[in-house]
């Protein structure tokens, strides 16, 4: 068992599982995309926001580290605020999103499409998931409506779509680059 910082620094062992991931817990070390409702923001990142890029969805604040770097909680091969670490965080190996939001509801979904080579031993039951982002939901918009689904396959499709476009335009663009550079040496 890993020894691993509680909140407030002081050292005790802590269990996570994370610890015999065979690709460096790259949803921590290549961290993108995470959602925390503000008081989650103010106790886990707000004294690392100069390290972030933060976009706001109302009340939700979804995070990444700029350059690429790892989650600014990352210390040491070990999560630092493990113990009270984000909901989102406790998710994975499901990742939440947000479907709608108004002024008076919110609708969340959730899949479990990653990578994660530990995720058959991680997975949390669909239960536990629609808890937790539910818990997620009601701090984040207090009193409203929440609505809790699993992403639908014409979500997921869409998602995927997004992706490949994604990771095609960015292999473009290296190459771009790359003849560019080739080209004016």
Same mark, same amino acid.
Not at 27 to 39: A, D, F, N, Q, W
């Given at each position: 068992m890993a020894r691993l910082k509680n909140p407030v620094g002081a050292s005790h062992p802590s269990p996570n599982p994370c610890e015999a991931c065979s690709i460096g817990q790259d =949803? =921590?070390?290549? $961290?993108?995309? $995470?959602?925390?409702?503000?008081?989650e923001f103010a106790r886990c990142f707000a004294a690392h926001a100069d390290k972030l890029l933060i976009q706001r969805e109302g009340t939700i604040y979804v995070i990444t580290p700029k350059n690429g770097a790892a989650c600014p909680n990352w210390e040491n091969g070990g999560c630092a605020v493990y113990d009270a670490r984000p909901r989102d965080c406790r998710l994975f190996p499901f990742t939440l999103f947000v479907r709608r939001r108004t002024d008076d509801g919110l609708s969340l979904g959730y899949h479990s499409d990653t990578r994660c080579p530990l995720k058959a031993t991680l997975l949390a039951s669909d239960h536990e998931a629609r808890t937790i982002v539910r818990q997620f939901g009601n701090e984040a918009l207090p009193g409203a409506a929440i609505e809790v689904t699993p992403e639908t396959t014409l979500e997921r499709l869409k998602r995927r779509a997004r992706t490949s476009t994604y990771a095609l335009l960015s292999r473009v663009r290296k190459r771009s680059l790359y003849r560019r550079r080739v080209g004016s040496a």
């Open positions: =949803c =921590c070390t290549h $961290l993108s995309g $995470l959602r925390v409702t503000e008081i």
